[in-house]
């Protein structure tokens, strides 16, 4: 086998000829994910330590508190505050915990670390920073978050807004 020459030459009958290029991704990259309204959202990647779903259980209420806060996990040894992003953004309907998990995002700014609970996480995607429009008919307790919002279809029905996670750690609606 080893002194076959394809074997050498890492050619063989099982691989092709040519090398298929990758596309580049275009634009930067943002986690998508939906609070209890429907509504979409994303973050920059940049901004984000990490995503966990833990079980609600995990989550320790704590009293005398915001209400816009459920209460802080224990993450690797760390203590993350955990909040409903729905209801800090205005949204009517609370985060539904009665599930077995609870996705969150781990956003973090310097020392500042917040865990920031949504209904549904789509994924990854690679956005156009440069197709980013003004946003447009926004409620007044989410437009200081938004840097911008995509439109996802021709129509002026569905957008998908990017909110700045850093306006978010740093709000004063923390201390309500």
Do not use: C, K
């Amino acid at each position: 086998m080893v002194g076959n020459p394809d074997f050498l030459t890492g050619r063989g009958q099982d691989q092709a000829p040519e090398f298929q290029e990758l596309d580049s991704p275009e634009g930067e990259l943002h986690l998508r994910f939906y609070i209890p309204s429907g509504n979409e959202f994303a973050l920059p990647a940049t901004g984000i330590r990490e995503v966990i779903s833990p079980s609600p259980d995990r989550i320790t209420p704590i009293p005398n508190v915001s209400p816009l806060l459920l209460g802080t996990l224990n993450v690797r040894g760390r203590v993350v505050w955990v909040a409903d992003l729905g209801q800090f953004l205005g949204d009517t309907a609370p985060l539904n915990t009665d599930r077995p998990d609870v996705p969150v995002i781990a956003v973090e700014d310097q020392d500042i670390l917040l865990g920031l609970a949504v209904d549904r996480i789509v994924g990854m995607d690679w956005l156009d920073i440069e197709e980013l429009q003004m946003p447009t008919n926004v409620p007044d307790s989410v437009a200081p978050f938004l840097r911008g919002e995509w439109s996802l279809d021709n129509s002026a029905s569905a957008f998908l807004r990017l909110l700045d996670q850093v306006a978010i750690l740093r709000s004063a609606r923390w201390a309500a």
